[in-house]
Structures are given as structure tokens and as C-alpha cells.
């Protein structure tokens, strides 16, 4: 390209290049209605004055160009990138800094090595920017308008810098190699109905800076890796009844934030990330009604998950397999899916778990297989239904009297299941709570001979009478203490009469109501004496009794023996 081919801020912008020297083109100039002049100027939408296609004093107005001292054609800027300019004296740097252009036609500069960094500021362009496959030091559009920008298989030696820019077409960097900071604050990208940002697979070596980003269509950077921060805050993406985020197996080396002002109408998807230190969703407000809003299955925390202080989900969150370093919170959270699963932490790990939610979960909480180190919940919020089959944990912050996590093991009332009971018992156990480990594990057989057949169910209710199941030891103490006292008196009152009178030991009331009761021992008496009438139906009693009593100890011992 010839110089006298330029206009003249193209030549400013031409001779300005060597140096870097920046370029700051004039705003648009606006016409200005002058109040001394009597004339009124025609508006050709006003209906009173239409436009006459047949009349030549009377054309229709066509659209209004930019001003000739604003465009800079794209043929100029890559010209200049690709070495079009040759007069660069010793010590110049060269670098595109303009301000305040049009920038017409297309600019092309795919596949093309540019040494110069880019800085355009308050830039439109017509077309779509081209940077497929190109490698450059710099590029930097702060305020800029365009239709789209494709820089998929770039190479940015320094970052890639677009903020406070309106995109109306898609921002593509697939498999993008950006070695600074990927940096989108500010940024309004909309392509409804499509993806807005595809950067899958691309390779940042600083941070995702995303703060305030506002974008309408699908962001998708599946496989893509942030060696920095993911930072999303106040960011606010849209695609409903879609993905609105697709984030499957992204890695990113330090923290990925989406704390207070960040919203998305649509499903975020980090399943399968790896995350260096921590997530953030503190304050965030999820969308997704009758979906899952939040899908986060097999993702790999060094540090916490904090799902909570504010966040509110309208849909279902999923956290199946899920690997937490530290903490797993949910606390001051408000989770909404009802008629469905509300909180999927299916074989999820954590050191610790924190599920005080601002108020109970609407839907089901499932934490079957769960591992969730050090419980932390309150009665006041725990969901309607909670299912905790094969769910271990290594204690309760708050352990509560065993009547009462009774009571959460059983919400809803359902199919029996003895694990729950089993790891309840064994957390307070390990508290030195023996006493509130039996009581939970006599809930265990109660709720177990609810399913049993009638039969079986009036044996279990004898041996909870009796026994408690062999939890209450006590309790059988208590029965032979009564039942030996109705027998002493009464046989003290009645004395039987003697099989052999000149053979039988002198009667005694106690050890002949210890022979009926107690069936493996004998003192002598019970063989020697045969009671009549009432006498021998209480005797018959005693002895059923006595079995019984035995029976349902010995049951009680073999469950006790069996736990060991």
C-alpha cells in the first residue's frame, strides 16, 4: 500500500506506527440546529412532510456514514502488522494505539505472525475481526463495538485484553494459546440461541478475569485450562433452558469465583474441573426451574466448595462424586427443586460438610455414599427428605440426644434400611455415648419389624417389652424381680403339697419361684412340689415366662456379640 493511497488519519495513524505513538481520532461530529435560522429542517419521519420518491429536490434520506476523518480502513491496520511500513529508524518500537475509529472492511489476519502489540480503544468495527491461527505479542480493545471476534488456534504472547466492549456475534477462542491474562470485565457478549464465547480447549497461562461480564448465549470453554484465577464475579450469563456455562473438565490453578453479583439463567457445568484451591458461589443466584441449575459431577477441590452465605438455586444442584479437600458448605443457602432432587451429593468426599441451609431444602437432599467427614447441620433446616444409605461420616458438630437424629435418619419414614442406624450408633459410640448408641440401635429393630410378617412382628413386640431388644438389660432384672415376688407370695400364702412327703426338702417360697423361672438351674424345690388348681396355672406362667426372659436375653447378647 502506497501512502498517497492514505487518507489523512490514516496517514497520522501511518507515521504514528514506527514509534507506537497513540492516535485519537475525533468523535462523530453532530449537527446543530442554529437558532437565528427561521427555516425548520425537514424530518423525513414526520408524516406530515413525507418523502416523494418522484421528486429530486425531495430524496429519501440514506443511512448516515461515519465521517470520512473517522474511517480507518482494515486493509491500512493490517498492512501495517504485517510490515507494510519499512521506514523504521534505530530505537523505534512499533505498536497500533488508535482511539475513536471506524474501522470498514475486513480485517484478515489469520494465520500471520504480528510483532507489534495492538491497543485499540472506543474502536467499531463492521465486520468481524479474523485472527485465526495468528500469533501476536499483545491485543488490547477496551470499549470497542464489534460483530464478533474469531481468534480460534491463536497464539497471544502477553494476554488478551477486551474489556468494556459490546459484541454482537461470538467471541471464538478454541484452542487459543493466551500466555498472560485472559481479561472480559466489562464485556457484553450476545448471540442468543448459540454460544457467545467457545474457548474450548484454549491454554491460559495467567487468570480468566470475567468480572462484570455479561453474556447471552452459551459460554463454553470445555477443556480449557486457567493456570490463575477463574474469577466470575458479578458476571451475568443467560441461555435459558440451556447451558449457560460449560465448563466440563476445565482446570484452573487457583480459585474459580462466582461470588456476589453473579447470576446465570440456564445449567453451569463444571463437571469433571479440577480446581488448585477453592470454588466460590457465595451470594450467586442460579436459574434453571424444573432442571438442574448447578452440574458439578467428579470435580476435584484441593480447598473448600462453598455453595453458601446467600446463594439461592431455582433448580437442582449435582455434586455425584465430587472430591472436596477441606469444606463442603451450604450454610445461609436456599436450595428450590420441589418434587424432585434438590442437592445430589451422591459418593461425594469432604473433611467437612456444612448443610445448615437458610431454610429447609425444597426437594430431596441425597447423600447416598457419601463420605462427609464432619457433619454440620440443624434441626430447624433439615430437609423434608433425606435419604443417608451407605452415607459415613467421622462425627457430628452437633451430636443432639439420640431421640431426636432418630428421627433424622427417618425423613420421610420409608424403606428400612440398618446402615444409617449403624454408622449413628458407631459416631456415639466414639463419643463415649453408650446409652445413646443402644437407644438408636433398639429405633433400628423397631423400624426393622415394621416390614417383618405378622407372626414375627408379635415376637419382636414381646422381646421389646421384655427386653428392649436386648438393649435394656435392665429391664429383664426388673421382670424376674417382679414375677419372683408374685410367686414368692403367693406360694408363701398357698404352699404346694409334697410328691413324696417323707422324701421332699423343706418347701421355700423364693428358691421354688427361682426353680420355675429360671430354667437352666435347679434348687431341688420344683421337682419335690406339685401345686393344684391356681396354684399350677401360675406355675405353668412362671415358667413361660421364665423362657421367654432367657430367650430374648439371649438374643440380646448374640446382637451385641455380633456388633463386636
Known sequence: MHPDELSADERR???????????????????????????????????????????PQDPPDPPDPAPPDQVIRAEVVAALLLGAHTANAPGDRPALRLTGARITGRLDLGFTDITAPVHLTDCRFDETPLLRAARTRELSLTGCALPGLVADTAQIDAGLTLTHCRLTGPLVLDRAQINGDLDLRDTAITHPGGEAISAVHAQVSGNALCADLTVEGTFRLSGACVDGEFDLEGARLRAPGRHALDAYHVRVGEDFTCHPGFSAEGRLILSGATVGAAIGFCGARLSNPGDIALEAVDVTVARNFDLGLGLTVDGAVKLDGTHVGTELSFRAAELTHPGGIALSLRATRARDTDLRTRRPVEGTVDARNAHLGTLHDNPATWPADLRLADTTYDGLAFPLPATERIGWLRRPPGRYLPQPYEQLAATYRRLGHEDEARTVLLAKQRHRRTGLPAHTRLWGHVQDFSVGYGYRPLRAGLWLLALLACGTLYFALHTPAALEPGKAPPFNAVFYTLDLLVPIITFGQEPAFAPRGTGQWLSYALIAAGWILATTVTAGITRALSRQ
Open 13 to 55: 495513524l501511518w507515521d504514528a506506527y514506527p514509534q507506537g505513538r497513540p492516535v485519537a481520532l475525533p468523535a462523530d461530529p453532530t449537527p446543530s440546529a442554529d437558532p437565528q435560522d427561521p427555516t425548520p429542517s425537514a424530518d423525513p419521519a414526520d408524516p406530515a412532510d413525507p418523502p416523494d420518491p418522484q421528486d
